[in-house]
T-cell receptor, first 115, second 119 residues
Framework: DAKTTQPPSMDCAEGRAANLPCNHS???????VYWYRQIHSQGPQYIIH???NNETNEMASLIITEDRKSSTLILPHATLRDTAVYYC????????????????FGQGTILTVHP | NAGVTQTPKFRILKIGQSMTLQCTQD?????MYWYRQDPGMGLKLIYY???????DKGEVPNGYNVSRSTTEDFPLRLELAAPSQTSVYFC??????????????????FGPGTRLTVL
C-alpha cells in the first residue's frame, strides 16, 4: 500500500471549514484513499473514502486531485467534537488476498477546533 | 447492535503474568483484527482472522497469540507480559466485501480499546 504524508497538526475555528491535506504521490491505480479519525482515547472511526471522484457523505467531503497524488478531507462546519487525530490511508482494492484488508496507520494530523 | 466490544477497559499486569483481552462483535463480520497503539503513534496490526478457525500474523505478532473459534469472538492472549507490551489495544471487524465504490463494505469498525500497563 502507498505511503501517505500529512501535516502533524492543524487548527480550525469552530463553525469554519477544516481542510486536511494528504499527499500520496506513489498511489497506484487500484488504491483507494480512506480517511479515519480517532477522538481521544477512543477507537478509530471511518469517515469517508474514494478512488478518483470527489465524494461527500454526512460527515465530510473528499477531494482527490486529478493525478490522484494528493487529497483533501473537508469538514464543512467544524465543531469542538471534531477535535481528533485524522488518518489518511491508501490501500488496495484487493480486500482479501495478501492485503487482508489491513489498514496501515501513520501518525495522522491532530486537528484542534477552538471556540 | 452493540458493534465491537472489548473487555477489560483497563488492566495493570506484572512482568511475566498472562492475560486474555476479549473482543466480541455482533455484526456477523468474518474479518477481525487486533491492533496496538503506543503513545503518540499510529496503530500497528498484531493478528488478524478471515473467519472462524483461520488466523494469521500481522506486523507485530511476537508475544501474542489468538484464536477464533466462533465468528463473534477473537480473543488476544499475552502469555508472558513484558513492559514493551504496555499499550492500548484495539479490536476491529469488517464484512469481507470488496473494497471500493460508494457502497463498499470495506469499512473497519473498531472497539473502544483496552489500556494495558505492564510493570
Amino acid at each position: 500500500d502507498a505511503k501517505t504524508t500529512q501535516p502533524p497538526s492543524m487548527d480550525c475555528a469552530e463553525g469554519r471549514a477544516a481542510n486536511l491535506p494528504c499527499n500520496h504521490s506513489t498511489i497506484s491505480g487500484n488504491e483507494y484513499v480512506y480517511w479515519y479519525r480517532q477522538i481521544h482515547s477512543q477507537g478509530p472511526q471511518y469517515i469517508i473514502h474514494g478512488l478518483k471522484n470527489n465524494e461527500t457523505n454526512e460527515m465530510a467531503s473528499l477531494i482527490i486531485t486529478e493525478d490522484r497524488k494528493s487529497s483533501t478531507l473537508i469538514l464543512p462546519h467544524a465543531t469542538l467534537r471534531d477535535t481528533a487525530v485524522y488518518y489518511c490511508i491508501v490501500r488496495s482494492t484487493n480486500a482479501g488476498g495478501t492485503s487482508y484488508g489491513k489498514l496501515t496507520f501513520g501518525q495522522g494530523t491532530i486537528l484542534t477546533v477552538h471556540p | 447492535n452493540a458493534g465491537v466490544t472489548q473487555t477489560p477497559k483497563f488492566r495493570i499486569l506484572k512482568i511475566g503474568q498472562s492475560m486474555t483481552l476479549q473482543c466480541t462483535q455482533d455484526m456477523n463480520h468474518n474479518y477481525m483484527y487486533w491492533y496496538r497503539q503506543d503513545p503518540g503513534m499510529g496503530l500497528k496490526l498484531i493478528y488478524y482472522s478471515v473467519g472462524a478457525g483461520i488466523t494469521d500474523k500481522g506486523e507485530v505478532p511476537n508475544g501474542y497469540n489468538v484464536s477464533r473459534s466462533t465468528t463473534e469472538d477473537f480473543p488476544l492472549r499475552l502469555e508472558l507480559a513484558a513492559p514493551s507490551q504496555t499499550s492500548v489495544y484495539f479490536c476491529a471487524s469488517r464484512f469481507p466485501g470488496l473494497a471500493g465504490g460508494p457502497y463498499s463494505t470495506d469499512t473497519q469498525y473498531f472497539g473502544p480499546g483496552t489500556r494495558l500497563t505492564v510493570l
